[in-house]
C-alpha cells in the first residue's frame, strides 16, 4: 500500500497533476533595421495603395536596354527581322506585342492610359486579370517570399507566370511514399 | 551529487574493462562522459516540469549528444513560445498540383527516417465532387495533373482541442502557447495511443532506429522539433518549430511551387492567413469531430 503511494507520487510530481502550461517569451516583432535589410535584399517596391505590401522587384534582374541599344527609343513596328523578335507569344489570342508595350519604349508597359515600369507590371495584368490581381493582394494567389514575420514581400506576377508564353509546363512529381512497407509487399490484401 | 552517483556508477561499468589494460584512453573518457549523460537522461523529468537550467542542461546534452553522431555542428534551440503568436495554417485546394515538393522539403528540414520512407505530409489525389478521403490515392505518380482530379494534403493539425494529447497515459505530448503541439521525445514510451485518436494521420512512429546520411542531416534543430529522434518514440509535424519561431515559415510553405501553402499569426489582424479566414469561404477537415484545427482548406 505505502510502497504504491509512493510510486503514485513520484509519478505525478515528475508529470504533473493538471498538465502546467510552459513559459511564453515576450513578442519579439522584426526591428526596423532587419525589415529595411530585407527589403533592401530583394529590391522591394511598395505596392500602391497597400500598405506593408511589397513586390520583388523586377527591373534589377533584366539587362538594361540602353546596354544594348543607345539613349534611342526602339520603333516596334520596323518590318524585317528584329532582335527580340525570338520571342514566342502564346498569351491570349487577340494579343499583340503592343497590347501591353504600349509605348514607344518597351520596357514601359500600359494599359488604356495608365503607364507603368516593370516593377509595376502587377497593376498591368490586374487590369485583365482582375480576381486574381485581388487574390493577389490578399495573399491566397502567389507567393511569400519572406517569412511570416517579415515585412509581406510577394513574387510578382512575371516570377512564375512568364508573361509571353504564361501556360505552365507539367511538373513532375516525387515518387509516391512506401505505403506498404517492404516487408509485407506482396500480403495485400484485396480491395473492391 | 546526482552527478557524483552517476560518474561513480558509470565508472563502475567501465571502470572493469579500464582495469584490464591500465591505462584510461580518450575513448574511454568519452564513454565515461556519455554513459554518465544517458544516466542523467534517465532520471530527466517531463519537459513541461523542468526548470530553466534543467532545460539548458537537456538541450545541452541532446546537443552533444548528436555532435558525437554526426559530422555536421549540430545547434539544439530551445526558444520558446512567443507572447502574442498562434500559429495558423491555409491550403489551397485550386493551386495543389501534387508535386510534393512540399513532402521533400519536410523530408529534409525534419531529419526523418529515411529507410522507413517517414513523410509527415501525406498527399491524397481525389476525385473532384468529393471530399471523401477514402477514394483517394495517396501512391499518384503522375506527372502531368489528370482531368477531374485534385490534391488534398494532410499533416498535423495542430489542434486547439487535441485528441492526441488527451489520451497521452504519460503526459509526453502537448499543446505549447503559440499552438503547437509538441512532443517530450524522452517521455513518450511509444503505445501509439495517439496515433489512434489523431483523425488526420498525423503522428508517425518509429518502429526502427532512424537512419539518416550523414550528409542530409540538418543541423539546426529544436528540442522539441527537428532533433534527431530513436526508436520507439512518436514524432508529427510541428509547423517546423526550428523555423516558426524564428519567423521564418516551415518548409512545406516555402517549397511549395504554386502557392498554395499560407501560413502565419492568427493573432495579427493583417496577416495572410487572417485576410485568408475573413474572405475565403474556408473549412477544415473532420470539423464534426470538435478537434479545432489550426489548418483550413480553401478553393479560389
Known amino acids: 500500500m505505502k510502497l504504491e503511494s509512493v510510486f503514485f507520487c513520484t509519478v505525478l510530481s515528475l508529470v504533473g497533476c493538471g498538465n502546467p502550461v510552459p513559459p511564453s517569451s515576450e513578442a519579439r516583432p522584426i526591428s526596423e533595421g532587419e525589415k529595411a535589410r530585407t527589403l533592401k535584399e530583394l529590391k522591394a517596391i511598395p505596392v500602391e495603395g497597400h500598405e506593408g505590401l511589397w513586390v520583388e522587384g523586377r527591373s534589377h534582374q533584366l539587362k538594361k536596354c540602353t546596354e544594348c541599344h543607345g539613349s534611342e527609343p526602339v520603333p516596334l513596328d520596323v518590318p524585317g527581322k528584329q532582335a527580340h523578335g525570338d520571342v514566342k507569344l502564346a498569351h491570349a489570342k487577340f494579343m499583340e506585342c503592343s497590347t501591353c508595350h504600349v509605348s ?46 517579415g515585412p509581406r514581400v510577394v513574387k510578382s506576377c512575371v516570377a512564375c507566370h ?31 | 551529487m546526482v552527478k557524483g552517483l552517476a560518474v561513480g556508477a558509470a565508472a563502475i561499468g567501465v571502470g572493469a574493462g579500464v582495469m584490464a589494460s591500465g591505462t584510461i584512453t580518450e575513448q574511454d573518457q568519452k564513454e565515461r562522459e556519455m554513459s554518465g549523460d544517458e544516466f542523467d537522461g534517465y532520471f530527466k523529468k517531463n519537459y513541461r516540469v523542468m526548470t530553466e537550467s534543467e532545460r539548458q542542461a537537456t538541450i545541452a546534452r541532446f546537443e552533444l549528444k548528436a555532435r558525437e553522431r554526426y559530422s555536421k555542428a549540430i545547434h539544439m534551440s530551445g526558444s520558446l513560445a512567443e507572447a502574442g503568436v498562434l500559429f495558423g495554417y491555409a491550403f489551397n485546394l485550386s493551386r495543389c498540383n501534387g508535386s510534393r515538393k512540399c513532402v521533400q522539403a519536410c523530408v529534409e528540414e525534419n531529419n526523418q527516417d529515411r529507410a522507413t520512407d517517414m513523410q509527415y505530409i501525406r498527399m491524397i489525389e481525389m476525385e473532384k465532387g468529393t471530399f471523401d478521403v477514402e477514394h483517394g490515392t495517396a501512391d499518384y505518380d503522375h506527372v502531368e495533373v489528370p482531368d477531374g482530379k485534385f490534391f488534398f494534403g494532410t499533416q498535423c493539425h495542430q489542434c486547439e482541442n487535441p485528441p492526441c494529447v488527451k489520451v497521452c497515459p504519460v503526459g509526453a505530448t502537448w499543446k505549447e502557447n503559440d499552438g503547437i503541439v509538441v512532443i517530450d521525445y524522452d517521455w513518450c514510451v511509444g503505445c501509439r495511443y495517439c496515433q489512434a485518436a489523431c483523425p ?20 539546426d534543430q529544436h528540442i522539441l522539433g527537428n532533433q534527431v529522434r530513436s526508436k520507439g518514440v512518436m514524432e508529427k509535424c510541428t509547423f517546423c518549430i526550428q523555423r516558426s519561431r524564428e519567423g521564418q515559415n516551415p518548409a512545406c510553405v516555402e517549397a511549395c511551387p504554386t502557392g498554395a501553402r499560407i501560413f502565419g499569426n492568427l ?34
Open chain 2, 200 to 219: 488526420y494521420f498525423a503522428r508517425r512512429f518509429n518502429w526502427q532506429e532512424p537512419s539518416i546520411a550523414d550528409e542530409e542531416v540538418n543541423p
Open chain 1, 162 to 192: 512568364d508573361p509571353h508564353e504564361p501556360s505552365f509546363k507539367a511538373l513532375p512529381t516525387m515518387a509516391h511514399p512506401k505505403i506498404i512497407p517492404d516487408r509485407l509487399k506482396g500480403q495485400e490484401p484485396d480491395h473492391e
Open chain 2, 267 to 300: 493573432l495579427d489582424p493583417e496577416s495572410e492567413i487572417r485576410n485568408i479566414l475573413a474572405n475565403k469561404k474556408v473549412f477544415r477537415f473532420k470539423e464534426e469531430l470538435g478537434t479545432e484545427p489550426k489548418f483550413w482548406y480553401f478553393m479560389d
Open chain 1, 104 to 149: 514607344e519604349i518597351p520596357a514601359v508597359l500600359g494599359f488604356g492610359t495608365k503607364r507603368v515600369n516593370l516593377d509595376q507590371s502587377h497593376h498591368l495584368c490586374a487590369s485583365c486579370h482582375n480576381t486574381q490581381g485581388e487574390d493577389f493582394i490578399l495573399g491566397s494567389h502567389g507567393k511569400r517570399m519572406t517569412g511570416w514575420k
